[in-house]
């Protein structure tokens, strides 16, 4: 498709277990970012890659958030031992830039709403 | 830490009237967007202001950026219904690729 693609759009889970969310970016895009949006609240930032260089993690809140990415391809965004407060919509969002440098607006994905009983 | 702050938070206004909202952020930078979210979906882009003084416009949505005053504002003029949504404002550090956004501002326009 030639919009940024996540799935699943919605997940159940049960507190303590691990979930995988994935992105699919617009093709060509060397930036995806995570974000993580509660419900009602703005969009909390979790990590960033840039093409093969060393992603930001400077946004994942703990050591149970772990996230992926094949080169500049799909991006799996990985949650370990869920909790209740980990219920939120993750959003996914991809960008062109040249050399390290952003473009243009960041296009996201309809997100994968997370929901921990 | 960029920091990107928004107000008003909740803001309700009346079809017709005019209002801003404005958006600070705390360090340099001269990439500035603005992006809109309906309730229950994504975020769409709706403006990239990627010079000081630079001024976008569409339909009854305008806005401007001064990068000294590190000051953004999107004025709302003669509102409709339709224009209800939250409305984010994000800053590209101009030393970094972190996009931050700002918590939003939840406008309601009422008949």
């Known amino acids: 498709g030639a919009g940024v693609s996540q799935s699943p759009s919605n997940k159940v889970t049960e507190k303590g277990k691990d979930v995988e969310l994935r992105c699919d970016p617009i093709s060509g895009h060397t930036a995806l970012y995570w974000y993580r949006q509660r419900l009602g609240q703005g969009l909390e930032f979790l990590i960033y890659f840039q093409g093969n260089s060393a992603p930001d993690k400077s946004g994942l809140p703990s050591d149970r958030f772990s996230a992926e990415r094949t080169g500049e391809s799909v991006s799996t965004l990985t949650i370990q031992r869920t909790q209740q407060e980990d219920s939120a919509v993750y959003l996914c969002?991809?960008?062109?830039?040249?050399?390290?440098?952003?473009?243009?607006?960041?296009?996201f994905g309809e997100g994968s709403r997370l929901t921990v009983l | 830490e960029l920091k990107v702050e928004q107000n008003p938070l909740f803001l309700s206004m009346q079809e017709g009237k005019n209002y801003t909202i404005y958006c600070n952020y705390s360090t340099t930078s001269d990439r500035l967007y603005w992006y809109r979210q309906d309730p229950g979906k994504s975020l769409e882009s709706l403006f990239v202001?990627?010079?000081?003084?630079a001024v976008k416009q569409e339909g009854r949505l305008m806005a401007s950026l001064d990068t000294k005053a590190r000051l953004s504002t999107l004025h709302i003029t003669a509102a409709v219904h339709d224009l209800s949504a939250t409305y984010f404002c994000?800053?590209?550090?101009?030393?970094?690729?972190?996009?931050?956004f700002g918590a939003g501002t939840r406008l309601t326009v009422k008949p």
């Open positions: 994000a800053v590209d550090e101009e030393w970094g690729n972190d996009m931050r």
């Open positions: 202001l990627l010079s000081n003084g």
């Open positions: 969002a991809s960008s062109h830039t040249l050399g390290a440098s952003l473009v243009g607006e960041l296009f």
